[in-house]
């Protein structure tokens, strides 16, 4: 099922997240279905993941790993409830073909392939001007 998004609505993708600055990597959820989400996130020079203005691969990690909570988070606000903390329970892969740089505006896609007991698998793209440049599969955990 596919819902109306407030796209770019920075404390109502903030709400739905357990993180807070100053470490927030998303900033607007564009596509979501009970199977997959679309986030987005510009790269500010203040981010915490920044060295000598390049965004390092663990802030790629972060950054996916809150889309998959943001894809959690609008769920159960969709249900009415509030989001629950999650974890990273395990990262299965990750590849990094290009580290983007401040300013860029990255584009993920979570594709959930299982979700079982608050245990979620799932497969994630990131995006940079169309091209991939991240990807990874892990499973994620709430609380």
């Known amino acids: 099922m596919e819902h109306q998004l407030p796209t770019s609505d920075k404390d109502f993708v903030e709400s739905l997240i357990p993180q807070r600055f100053p470490f ?3 900033q ?5 279905t009970d199977e997959n989400l679309m986030s987005g996130f510009e ?3 203040d981010n915490i993941f920044i ?3 390049i965004f390092q691969a663990s802030g790629l990690v972060e950054h996916q790993a809150q889309s998959v ?3 959690t988070g609008y769920k159960y606000y969709l249900l009415g409830k509030d989001a629950p903390t999650g974890y990273i329970g395990a990262i299965k892969s ?3 073909t290009t580290l983007p740089e401040t300013g860029d505006r990255l584009i993920s896609e979570v594709t959930i392939l299982n979700e079982v007991m608050g245990v979620t698998l799932v497969d994630v793209v990131t995006k940079l001007n169309g091209t991939i440049i991240a990807k990874s599969q892990m ?3 709430v609380k």
Request: glycine letters at 0%.
């Open 24 to 26: 927030v990597m998303v």
């Open 28 to 32: 607007e959820l564009m596509e979501y």
């Open 43 to 45: 790269i500010k020079e």
């Open 51 to 53: 060295q000598d203005r």
């Open 69 to 71: 909570a943001l894809h």
């Open 94 to 96: 990750f590849e990094v």
């Open 139 to 141: 499973k994620t955990a």
